[in-house]
């Protein structure tokens, strides 16, 4: 099926860093969805993206999609501890149901 | 208090065994899906229903089945075909199929031994 890439896999920081997942699809996406998953938990919604060039910004973090709609980013600045989890893009590549990227670890080293 | 729940939150079976898990959803939405999640996987989805009484299959339903004869509700069956039934399950739901964000409920993680 359809895919969406993500990198890195596990990323590891000093409390205080920044830190930046990406999402990568070889199809052009109708929106991007980001969710975060603590340690034990379940996936929760963190926002969605649709417009092509979108940026937005929820206090420490910044997603972004691409112009072409094909590949997008969540940028943390300066990491904290609360931060720890692990990270999804999900995107719908057509009318279909989301498809989800395997997900950053981001660990933080206080 | 509005949201998904799924039950139990651990389940264990021995091999050969059917296993029913639930998920009922209050939030009076259309659509619910069935993720498996195992380690550095992500989450593949097994089955979806965009409304009662209809779903389709996702990308790994091979052993695994579904029903939706009530709104609130999408339980799914491990069966005894799955090959490596062991996992996380999360059970989610959105307002419609297209365009909206999903909700998920706690997960079962089902081992089968």
């Known amino acids: 099926g359809q895919q969406v890439m993500q990198i890195p896999q596990y990323q590891h920081v000093q409390e205080g860093e920044d830190f930046t997942t990406y999402c990568n699809s070889s199809?052009?996406?109708?929106?991007i969805q980001w969710y975060k998953q603590r340690p034990g938990g379940h996936p929760v919604f963190l926002i969605q993206l649709v417009k092509s060039g979108e940026v937005k910004k929820q206090k420490r973090l910044t997603f972004q999609f691409g112009e072409a709609k094909k590949n997008s980013s969540l940028h943390i600045t300066a990491t904290q501890t609360t931060d720890v989890g692990t990270y999804f893009c999900?995107?719908?590549?057509?009318?279909?149901?989301?498809?989800f990227g395997k997900g950053t670890r981001l660990s933080v080293i206080a | 208090d509005g949201g998904i729940t799924q039950s139990p939150k651990y389940l264990f079976r021995k091999e050969g065994q059917n296993v029913t898990l639930s998920c009922e959803q209050n939030?009076?939405?259309?659509?619910m899906y069935w993720y498996r999640q195992d380690p550095g996987q992500g989450l593949r989805l097994i089955y979806y229903?965009?409304?009662?009484?209809?779903?389709q299959k996702g990308d790994i339903a091979e052993g695994y089945s579904v029903s939706r004869e009530k709104k609130e509700s999408f339980p799914l069956t491990v069966t005894s075909a799955q090959k490596n039934p062991t996992a996380f399950y999360l059970c989610a739901s959105s307002k419609r199929l297209a365009e909206y964000e999903q909700y998920f409920g706690p997960g079962t993680r089902l081992t089968v031994t």
């Open positions: 999900a995107g719908r590549p057509g009318n279909t149901p989301l498809v």
């Open positions: 199809t052009t996406l109708s929106n």
């Open positions: 939030l009076n939405h259309d659509a």
């Open positions: 229903s965009q409304i009662v009484n209809d779903f």
